[in-house]
């Protein structure tokens, strides 16, 4: 469904549960950063009212993921630790050319959100199958099913506004480049890297 190119390795788990402060700190500032690119969103597309609303409900609830994330982190006598560069978000960023064309920008925009949500699901579903603490199993089941959600949100807008027949081979190739990426850094305790 997510048409990834390059599953995740189950053993990556491995290496979330042996640095499970460090995947908890980083996926809590992806949802951070995912609340952060829908008001940017809205910001700079605020003529898109469909997008508008669709991005003012997925701020709203990026952060309460943000919220449910920490909370697991204080339940574990954790703390949030400090942010750090997401090196898989900037690699993703770089794939597609500067545009002056106002339309493809957007596009462009939805569909590197639609991959991150979808990688998000995927290494969500991964840790909800392998990892050993059944609390995390189930938490990270449940934003499967957000993450799968906001990908398939991303992939319709960018699909109604730049028009499937541009949009489908745009999206097949940034999967192929996010393989590559994925090849060089799928290996740490990050959840996209």
């Not at 995740?8 to 549960?17: G, K, L, Q, S, Y």
Request: glycine content about 6%; some cysteine.
């Amino acid at each position: 469904m997510l048409g990834l190119k390059l599953p995740t390795d189950p053993r990556w788990v491995n290496i979330a549960e042996k640095n499970i402060e460090e995947i908890l700190t980083d996926h809590a500032y992806c949802e951070q950063k995912a609340a952060s690119t829908a008001i940017s969103l809205i910001i700079g597309y605020h003529d898109y009212p469909e997008l508008v609303e669709a991005m003012a409900a997925l701020a709203r609830e990026e952060m309460s993921h943000f919220e449910m994330v920490h909370q697991q982190i204080v339940k574990r006598g954790m703390k949030l630790g400090r942010e750090r560069r997401d090196e898989y978000v900037h690699s993703i960023m770089d794939f597609f050319p500067k545009s002056g064309d106002r339309v493809m920008r957007l596009v462009h925009r939805l569909l590197i959100a639609g991959l991150i949500e979808a990688r998000s699901c995927e290494r969500f579903k991964v840790l909800s199958e392998n990892i050993q603490d059944a609390e995390l199993a189930e938490f990270y089941r449940r934003l499967m099913v957000s993450e799968a959600n906001h990908y398939t949100m991303f992939l319709k807008f960018a699909r109604e506004i730049g028009g499937r027949e541009k949009v489908d081979p745009l999206w097949n190739d940034l999967l192929e480049y996010e393989a590559t990426v994925m090849a060089q850094l799928g290996v740490k305790e990050h959840i996209h890297g």
